[in-house]
Every structure is written in C-alpha cells, then in structure tokens.
Nanobody, 125 residues
Framework: VQLQASGGGLVQAGGSLRLSCAASGRTFSSYDMGWFRQAPGKEREFVGTIRRSSTSTYYDDSVKGRFTISRDNAKNTVYLQMNSLKPEDTAVYYC???????????????????WGQGTLVTVSS
C-alpha cells in the first residue's frame, strides 16, 4: 500500500491543523493506521493509532485530549486533527499502516509495514 500524507504547514500556538493520509493499493480497511512524528534532532515518536474497524483509537499521553485520529475507509484516508497546538508539536508527521492483527494498540514503529513520506508541521510561539 502507498501512503501520501498532506496538510502540514505553519500555525500559531493554540491553533489547529488537520493532516490527511491517503492510501492506495491494497485494501485500506485491512490495516491499522498510525501517526508518528519526528522533531529536529529527536527520534521518531508515536502519536496515535486507529484500528482497522475505525472504532478504537489510542494516543500518546503528550497529545491525548488535543489530537483526534479518524478514518474514512470509503475514501481510503486517515486523518489527524490537531487542536491546541504547542511549539513542541513541531515535527515531521508520518502516517503508517500495520497489516498484522494484534491484540494491542500498535505504538512501535516496527509494528508498521508501510510509511508515508511525511508532512512538516511548524507551530510558532
């Protein structure tokens, strides 16, 4: 499956952005989808994930209550709605797809099989 992330940009602290990740190729609804981010000089970190059923989500504590992941399986797209943005949210954001069915929320990079190219989010103070 090929993933294409979009929607990044420059926003002031306290603002909002919605990222999109469009998938093509194999059946999108067969994959759990995740969002990760990588800030300059830091390792890539988990943001959140949504199960293939679209009913279950899980977030890192750093974004819980501010970010929301949703998906539209008919449009082969997963979204990351980011509200109350902070300067520390500045990073390149990546979407990823995990094919294997697991009994836990996939928060590790190694759980994911396919990755998008990333989209830059910059939050100014």
């Amino acid at each position: 499956v090929q993933l294409q992330a979009s929607g990044g940009g420059l926003v002031q602290a306290g603002g909002s952005l919605r990222l999109s990740c469009a998938a093509s190729g194999r059946t999108f609804s067969s994959y759990d989808m995740g969002w990760f981010r990588q800030a300059p000089g830091k390792e890539r970190e988990f943001v959140g994930t949504i199960r293939r059923s679209s009913t279950s989500t899980y977030y890192d504590d750093s974004v819980k209550g501010r970010f929301t992941i949703s998906r539209d399986n008919a449009k082969n797209t997963v979204y990351l709605q980011m509200n109350s943005l902070k300067p520390e949210d500045t990073a390149v954001y990546y979407c990823a797809a995990a094919g294997r069915i697991r009994n836990y929320y996939s928060s590790r990079s190694n759980d994911y099989d396919y990755w998008g190219q990333g989209t830059l989010v910059t939050v100014s103070s």
